[in-house]
């Protein structure tokens, strides 16, 4: 038997994360396994926030950089409703800084995860000119077996 203990989803907070997390949801559920629903801070993002406050624009780097990753939580909250987590053991929120792609395979390796489950699309920082790059990165390089959630395809969540 297949074992996940342990469920990934990581989200930009598009219409294709929201499907991915319904996926995960369900799947933990049925598994009765821990969901980690998982944002990362694009770097692109964090060198023009850095960038402005450098060139004198009105605001702190810390403090900009505090209030997006206050938000960010707040939004990663919100995309899971408090019906969708029963029957969830364990859920939790994580927030990292840096490369989508490379932060998502770093958390799978470091907290040993048994599946991602990510959407095709989403949207980058600068509209990444390969269309879900950090789903195809992942693919290739998660130390796990990862479920993509398609838009257009059949599916077994409703």
Not at 16 to 41: N, P, W
Not at 82 to 106: A, D, L, T, Y
Not at 114 to 119: E, K, M, P, Q, T
Request: charged residues 25%; proline residues 4%.
């Amino acid at each position: 038997m297949i074992q996940l203990k342990k469920i990934l989803v990581p989200v930009d907070f598009s219409e294709f994360s929201q499907k991915a997390i319904r996926y995960g949801v369900e799947i933990a559920r049925d598994r009765q396994a821990s969901l980690t629903i998982m944002h990362v801070i694009n770097q692109r993002i964090i060198d023009a926030v850095h960038e402005l406050s450098v060139k004198g624009y009105k605001g702190d780097f810390v403090e900009a950089m505090r209030k997006m990753i206050q938000d960010r939580e707040q939004e990663l909250h919100q995309l899971l409703p408090m019906e969708w987590q029963e029957g969830v053991p364990e859920i939790h929120f994580e927030i990292r800084k840096g490369r989508p792609s490379e932060e998502v395979i770093n958390y799978a390796k470091e907290n040993t995860i048994d599946l991602i489950i990510v959407g095709t699309h989403g949207r980058s920082a600068l509209m990444s000119t390969v269309i879900g790059s950090v789903a195809n990165t992942v693919v290739l390089k998660a130390p796990c077996p990862v479920l993509v959630v398609r838009e257009l395809e059949h599916d077994f969540v409703t």
